[in-house]
């Protein structure tokens, strides 16, 4: 999790109203005729005064959760609950900057920027991991911004979807998937820190919940459809891309002659997920 | 006569940090007189404590009590823990009962799941001490990260005095010099 983007002072927008007041008032005056000159630049939001607080400790680095622990959001979940009171909090916070001394850049941003914050970086930790992009080529960097919220709503979805899919014993279905997946992804970590290999034990959580979205999507197309040939079919071509997405971030945590040793039990865990798609009716 | 009592400074906040936590626990403990299904007990109860594990950590920590805590990956890969937090005006300038309200049922909370977690022990039910489980990792998280950024913003602030009194002290020393 970080924040990696520069927030400005949260303030009321009146300045800019009244800017547009003068702009409007100055154009009618002026006759038609006239051009409208350039939007003026905005006044310069005052950033935070570093002097007063020497402990603002958010030096925002120049770096893309998260992270955090972070967090995941299943995008229709924090809408509801956070809506009505991000207004209140919003206009709250903006009553309050002029309360505190000098506060930090995230200490005093409205609700909603952080709700937004957190779901962008889903998106985009996704696209990273999951879809062809340059960012691949550089595996230690493409994952900074962790986050254990897309990992967590796609662990659920998955265990969701094979439990409404089985007819029987669904509770056990849904419990055993989910204990599957997150003791898996656990054990799989551990794997490749005791082969000596340099990765973040939540970062490479993160990474494989990530990576189980093919399996996410396979499994729903094996919901809707029964047939066992396509099943198969399905499985195994999301399954391929589950594992492509996850071999350069692996493969480059360790060292090259141990890469098969860290690579084959992640592709263990996402075959037996497979066969359980599979073998759900 | 009494001066009047202080009250909560952001009722709306308080209410939210103490919503989703009651609401999980409540949910968890009354779901078994109605549902009969492990999975909504489970999806919803761990979605509850998710959601107040995203609350007190984006929301009330920062309104309540000035604190914030992440993690962030450095350049050279390593991961870094770090902290944020309000100027010590600021800090004393908090509202007393809010901080009170958002440690302690910060606290109870993560007693009660530990409560619960004995339960289904005793009872041998793995997956209910699973749900449990979750839930109070994800409250023993924010203990955690909160405590330790109390420390730091204190440590940082006595950094401060100390280096403010240095200072001041160098600078009275050399007035003193120069009217010498």
Redesign the interface.
Known sequence: MSHNDTIPLYQSSQSDIDEIENMMNAGFQSGPGTVLPARPPSPIRPSIPVSSSPFVQSNLPPLPPSSSSAAQKATPVPAPPSLPPAVNFGSSEGSKTTGFGSPPNTLTEPVWDTVKRDLSRIVSNLKLVVFPNPNREDPGKALRDWDLWGPFFFIVFLGLTLSWSASVKKSEVFAVAFALLAAGAVILTLNVLLLGGHIIFFQSLSLLGYCLFPLDVGAVICMLKDNVILKMIVVAVTLAWSSWAAYPFMSAAVNPRRKALALYPVFLMYVSVGFLIIAID | MQPPVENYA?P??CL?HVL?KGAALAFYILSALFFN???II??VT??LA??D???V???SG??LV?L?W??????L???VW??????Q??LA?MNKKDSWLFWWTLYLAAAAWLILGVFSLIRFQA?YL?VVGVCLSLNA?NII?FTKCKKD?KK??Q??AS?TIASRFQSTVQSAFTLV
Do not use: H, P, Y
């Open positions: 952001n709306n906040t939210f989703f299904s492990f999975v489970f999806v761990v979605l998710a959601l594990f995203w609350v950590k984006n929301v920062r309104i000035g914030r992440w993690n962030e990956i450095n350049d890969g390593e991961s770090k902290f944020e937090s309000l100027d005006e600021s300038r997956d699973l998280a990260g913003a940082q602030f950094q401060f280096q």
